[in-house]
């Protein structure tokens, strides 16, 4: 076996949770072309849409094809039937105010919704206990040397829990939340739209209400126009209902399709205009219920209409094209999801003997882990420890499924490691072989 390498050539420890780095020289890239989130990204990241932006291939033609069947086969009718070019005005108010709609939607859905840049690696708890206040009970649980999963900060003078994101490894900011769907931390989370194709957040809520509320005011104006035209026709013609919808179907097939169209997007204007005046989120709405609560955000309807439809827009956190090195290879361990994390893994030159310490560093880790798992699941469940449950039946204790699971799966990851570190250093035996030749060595 090859002698140990002395110990200031090992890798630099940067964290209690084993966090290594290892930076090299790699392509220089733009921010988006390395971006960890699920988003899309057009003109050279000018422009960022969610992972769904095809659904606007639907919603786009929803809102133009009635208009054009609108201006082709209604209004043309209906200039004759104005005087002093009112009809002419009819079609291109309803032209323009189209054009508008359609604007308003890939404003809300090309633009950066207010996400929070994540971390390379997870903050140091000495930063955690200086800008927030960690119970008691988690400090002498763990004696400070993991981080807590909320702290509180306060807001307007009242206390407000604010979450540990996992992914973005952050404290999120307050009324900030992580979309499972676009993978990022969004300021003024809202929610997700699948129309738009985009989160919903502080830089584009604006956007979204006037989106909605546009649209509602569009199918009222065709569905009223529509029914103009039927009454025109039927003092023309001197007939009823459905025989003036037989001499113009379209108009017949535009009030339906309209009048459930403003059932639809017209609640959803009212809903928002609610949140709006109370200065509310829907994320925040349906999970937390302020009703009979204090909410810290509101500032009375005027000043809340103020500070939501007509405070200036913040400048985006991230320049998706600025320059940015990728690095070529790097190793880190997760602090708060307990498992490490390769890609490429490190250079070659460190020998089985590093394998075997870090394969070492990895189990203290998880041991740290399973205690915090621990934690997290007490909370949940209540005075019942998700780690372990007595049997009265046969007086033992027995390991739940879910922590046998969690357990198993830590340990899968950990040999995943070890295999890659294997094909990295081009080593032939397994990782079954080679720790027990070290046992043996």
């Not at 390395?34 to 659904?55: A, E």
């Not at 108010?93 to 859905?109: E, G, K, P």
């Not at 206990?129 to 909320?150: C, F, K, M, Q, R």
């Not at 009030?255 to 205009?273: D, N």
Request: some cysteine; hydrophobic content about 35%; overall charge neutral.
């Amino acid at each position: 076996m090859q002698g140990k390498m002395p110990e200031n050539s090992l890798p630099h420890h940067t964290t209690d949770s084993n966090q290594k780095i290892i930076e090299t020289d790699g392509a220089s890239k733009r921010l988006y072309q390395v971006w960890k989130g699920s988003n899309k990204f057009c003109f050279g990241g000018r422009l960022i849409f969610g992972p769904d932006v095809r659904s606007l291939t639907l919603t786009v033609p929803l809102i133009v094809v009635p208009v054009i069947f609108f201006v082709l086969f209604v209004s043309d009718k209906l200039v004759n039937e104005f005087q002093h070019h009112l009809g002419n005005f009819i079609v291109d108010f309803a032209v323009v105010f189209t054009a508008y709609d359609i604007l308003m939607l890939f404003l809300t859905s090309g633009r950066d919704p207010g996400i929070v840049p994540r971390n390379a690696q997870p903050p140091e708890l000495t930063d955690v206990e200086s800008n927030s206040t960690i119970s008691a009970e988690w400090s002498g649980a763990y004696g400070g040397s993991v981080l807590p999963l909320t702290k509180d900060v306060f807001v307007n003078g009242i206390v407000v829990k604010v979450k540990y994101c996992n992914t973005c490894m952050l404290y999120r900011p307050p009324r900030c939340s992580h979309c499972s769907i676009c993978n990022n931390c969004v300021e003024r989370f809202d929610h997700h739209c699948p129309w738009v194709g985009q989160c919903i957040g502080r830089r584009n809520y604006r956007f979204f209400f006037m989106f909605v509320t546009s649209t509602t005011l569009l199918c009222l104006y065709v569905f009223s126009f529509c029914w103009v035209n039927l009454t025109k026709i039927m003092e023309a013609y001197h007939c009823n209902l459905w025989e003036a919808v037989l001499q113009s179907p379209v108009s017949g097939i535009l009030i339906i399709y309209t009048f459930i169209g403003a059932w639809f997007v017209g609640g959803l204007s009212t809903f928002h205009l609610y949140l709006v005046c109370t200065n509310q989120t829907t994320y925040e709405n349906f999970r937390y219920r302020y009703d009979g609560k204090k909410n810290p955000y509101n500032h009375g309807c005027i000043h809340n209409v103020k500070e939501i439809l007509f405070s200036g827009i913040p400048k985006s956190m991230n320049n998706f094209r600025a320059i940015t090195k990728e690095d070529s290879s790097w190793f880190s361990s997760s602090h708060s999801m307990g498992r490490a994390m390769n890609s490429r893994m490190m250079k070659p030159g460190f020998d089985l003997e590093i394998a075997v310490k870090r394969h070492n560093a990895a189990a203290e880790e998880l041991e740290g882990m399973e205690d915090q798992f621990q934690f997290g699941a007490i909370e949940r469940f209540g005075s019942k420890t998700p780690h372990s449950a007595f049997s009265a039946d046969k007086g033992s204790w027995e390991t739940p499924k879910h922590v046998k699971e969690f357990e198993m799966d830590q340990d899968w990851q950990e040999k995943q490691d070890m295999e890659s570190l294997s094909v990295e250093f081009k080593m032939t035996h397994g990782y079954d072989d080679r720790v027990m030749n070290h046992e043996f060595a």
